[in-house]
C-alpha cells in the first residue's frame, strides 16, 4: 500500500517533488497501488520508487526519471512518457496499451509480460 505522504507529494508536481526529494535523500518513493491517474508530472524524478500496481494511466510524464523504479503491474495505459529515462527498471506485466513511449530509455529494464 502506497504511502499517502508520498502521494501527495508526487500529485502537487514537479516543483514540489524536487524539494521533496532534496530534503529526504535516499528515501524511495512508495507509490504501490497509488491512484495516480492522469498525473501531470513532467521532468519529475520518480527514479527508484515503487510503483508497483500504481494507476498512471493518461499521465503526462515527458521527460521523467524512473531510473531503477519498479514498475510491475503498473496500468500505464495512454501514458504520454516521451523521452523518459526508464534505465535499469521493472515494467513486468505492466500494460502499456497506447503508451507513448517514443524516444524512452529502457537499457537494462525488464519488460516481460508487458
Given at each position: 500500500m502506497a504511502n499517502q505522504m508520498h502521494?501527495?507529494?508526487?500529485r502537487r508536481g514537479t516543483d514540489a517533488l524536487d524539494v521533496w526529494r532534496s530534503e529526504h535523500l535516499g528515501i524511495e518513493l512508495d507509490l504501490r497501488d497509488a491512484h495516480l491517474f492522469e498525473l501531470?508530472?513532467?521532468q519529475g524524478d520518480l527514479?527508484?520508487?515503487?510503483l508497483q500496481g500504481a494507476d498512471?494511466?493518461?499521465a503526462q510524464m515527458r521527460r521523467v526519471?524512473?531510473?531503477e523504479a519498479d514498475?510491475?503491474?503498473a496500468h500505464l495505459d495512454g501514458v504520454y512518457?516521451?523521452?523518459?529515462?526508464a534505465s535499469n527498471s521493472v515494467f513486468k506485466c505492466a500494460s502499456l496499451t497506447n503508451a507513448d513511449l517514443g524516444g524512452c530509455d529502457f537499457t537494462s529494464s525488464d519488460l516481460s509480460g508487458s
Open positions: 502521494v501527495e507529494i508526487v501531470y508530472l513532467p527514479s527508484r520508487s515503487k498512471l494511466r493518461g526519471n524512473l531510473r514498475a510491475t503491474g512518457m516521451p523521452d523518459a529515462d
